[in-house]
């Protein structure tokens, strides 16, 4: 076994075995060649990756805790779009060194979320290169009742949790640093750092929606995929859009409409929802501290279009680069 090979035997035990929640269905987790993991009874598996690189989705200045936390949220995100409960976790690192100042940190961003959501890491791989974090997320649902991007028909409703265009504006703040004392900046920077999965969420509209999709690169964008899969298109209602009084005071009412329509980051998530189910999301969505409102519906004719008061507006968006 050669110097390196042993570094990286410490490294893993130092910080990533035994470390977060541990979960009875794990059958075998970190330290053999694989993982063994037990899926409920009358379940499906649930699985996705998605990888995050310096330059590209965080800034090489980017604090380790918060590299490690947006790890895992762009994965629970996902989870969420399907109504999934997450489980299990597979993490590949690709680290330029060694550095154990910040993985103590990453560890630290990555486990807070996964003990927040019951998650247990059960395997991974380390290697040397440009930096480059790499999670797979599995979770299940109850046979047959994953929620989809393909499910909404012309009549339903289109709904989004939370606020839209935050994190896009605390990019900005991170990233140029302009107007970081102004009200409610720390409230957009953390919007943009510390994106809330909407797990909870997700999986309570398992039987009330008919299509989900998560915003991870803006809401046109992201709504043009939801209704392509579909073979519907979608109208949305400019004045309903959720905004936050932070964005609002930050960039006044205008810029904010751009914020929102063709901001990244936020991870809220986008449904449909049939006129028939719409009190009893009413009922469900009471619950949810992150609210959810109405934004507009589906109709036949394919494309996303918006209106303002009814009256349709031009839609010029332009595409969404995360840095
Ligand atoms: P192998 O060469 O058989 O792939 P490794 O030395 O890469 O073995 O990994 C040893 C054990 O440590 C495996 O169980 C693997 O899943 C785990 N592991 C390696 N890197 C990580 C990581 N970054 N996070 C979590 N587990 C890891
Ligand atoms: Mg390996």
């Not at 999934?84 to 910040?102: F, G, H, Q, R, V």
């Amino acid at each position: 076994m050669s110097e390196r090979r042993l570094s990286e035997q410490e490294l893993i035990e130092r910080h990533f075995a035994n470390r977060g929640p541990r979960r009875a269905d794990v059958v075998l987790g970190i330290g053999d060649d694989a993982a063994v993991l037990r899926v409920p009874a009358d379940s499906e598996l649930v699985a996705t990756v998605d990888a995050i690189v310096e330059g590209v989705h965080f800034l090489s200045t980017a604090d380790a805790a918060d590299v490690g936390y947006r790890a895992l949220a762009v994965n629970l995100s996902d989870l969420a779009a399907m109504g999934a409960e997450p489980a299990w976790a597979l993490l590949a690192l690709i680290l330029p060194a060694a550095d154990d100042e910040w993985l103590a940190g990453f560890v630290r961003g990555f486990f807070e979320l996964a003990d927040r959501h019951g998650v247990a890491l059960v395997g991974g791989d380390t290697n040397r290169g440009p930096r480059c974090i790499s999670v797979q997320l599995n979770g299940f649902v109850p046979r047959g009742a994953h929620l989809t991007r393909s499910g909404a028909h012309a009549g339903d409703l289109l709904y989004v949790t939370g606020t839209l265009g935050d994190a896009a504006a605390g990019l900005l703040l991170e990233r140029d640093g302009e107007g970081r004392d102004a009200r409610g900046a720390e409230e957009l920077r953390r919007r943009f750092l510390r994106p809330e999965p909407r797990v909870e969420e997700g999986c309570a509209l398992r039987p009330l929606a008919s299509a989900a999709i998560d915003v991870s690169d803006g809401l046109v964008l992201d709504a043009g995929r939801l209704s392509r899969a579909s073979g519907v298109g979608i109208e949305l209602e400019l004045e309903r859009l959720p905004m936050s009084t932070a964005l609002r005071a930050a960039h006044g009412e205008s810029a904010a409409h751009t914020f929102a329509l063709s901001g990244g980051d936020d991870y809220e998530l986008l449904f449909t929802v049939s006129p028939e189910r719409a009190v009893d999301l009413a009922r469900t969505s009471q619950g949810w501290s992150c609210g959810c409102t109405r934004i507009g519906r589906v109709v036949a004719e394919p494309g996303v279009r918006t209106r303002l008061y009814g009256r349709e507006v031009p839609l010029t968006v332009s595409g969404f680069q995360h840095f």
